[in-house]
């Protein structure tokens, strides 16, 4: 059972932290003449969405979006599920020699992106990835690290970190919950 701690983000704060993250990929990349983005499903997809939108509002040039399933890429598939749920992959564009922003909504153990690396690299050889999450929340178990994060949330292991969307959830906000 999960007991309610606090709210870390509402959904004036996200959209301010989106804004923040959209000009720092702007400055880092000096523009999206060779950017694509790419969102990590499920809530990876919405937030990737989101900065596609922002970074093209200010650059006014379209930016390549895709959507990357890993759950094939997983080191705990059988773990997971005796059935897992694949869902499709969809980047409609190469993305050899390009700048990927990967997006996801929750940085934790890196297990997850390091299955989306794997995912990506068999889409093609970018010249870069760099990796844009909401929630760094620490405990890492492999050597990953995010380029862009929208806030960090130093958690125990026993706290659960849930974003809702409102693409998904109804409703934009990020809580802490602990286990009990």
Known sequence: MLKFKKEV??????????????HEILERNRGVEELAVIGIRTRGVPLAKRLTQKLEAVEGKEVPLGILDINLYRDDLSLAAAQPVVRTTEVPFD??????????????????????????????RPRKIQLAVLIDRGHRELPIQADFVGKEVPTARTEVIKVCLEEIDGEDKVQLFEHC
């Open 9 to 22: 983000l509402d959904n004036k704060e996200m959209d301010r932290v989106l804004d923040r993250m959209t």
């Open 95 to 124: 993305i050899t020699d390009r700048i990927i922003v990967l997006v996801d909504d929750v940085l934790y153990t890196g297990r997850t992106v390091r299955s989306a690396l794997d995912a990506l690299i068999d889409l093609g």
